[in-house]
């Protein structure tokens, strides 16, 4: 008799999840091949969702604790305006650049 080992549910839920991520990445790379899955190319996503990262691990901190606060996200566009406010009345570009980054990540 052959026994068989049973992967855990946990283990099958990465296995999934790994799974889901290749074959997602698959897809995009056969409909858009000269556009997507080059190295620079992933690095623009990974950079443009980094604020977006931020402001999520923030909130889950917040969840975690108990403190059920949902202005996160008003808190961000706050800041943001502040920060375009302040970059154009002082001439700071770089930071009205990241400003508009953050308003773009907050409203999609």
Do not use: E
Not at 19 to 46: C, D, E, Q, R
Not at 52 to 61: D, E, I, L, N, S
């Amino acid at each position: 008799m052959g026994t068989t080992k049973k992967i855990s549910g946990k283990a099958m839920g990465y296995v999934i999840l790994i799974g889901l991520v290749i074959l997602s990445w698959a897809i995009f790379k056969i409909l858009t091949p000269h556009n997507f899955g080059s190295f620079s190319n992933m690095l623009n996503y990974f950079q443009a969702s980094l604020i977006a990262t931020v402001g999520a691990v923030g909130f889950y901190f917040v969840m975690v604790m108990g403190m059920f606060d949902f202005s996160i996200g008003a808190n961000i566009m706050l800041s943001a305006i502040v920060g375009c406010v302040f970059a154009t009345r002082f001439n700071l570009w770089v930071i009205l650049d990241l400003s508009q980054d953050v308003l773009l990540q907050v409203r999609s």
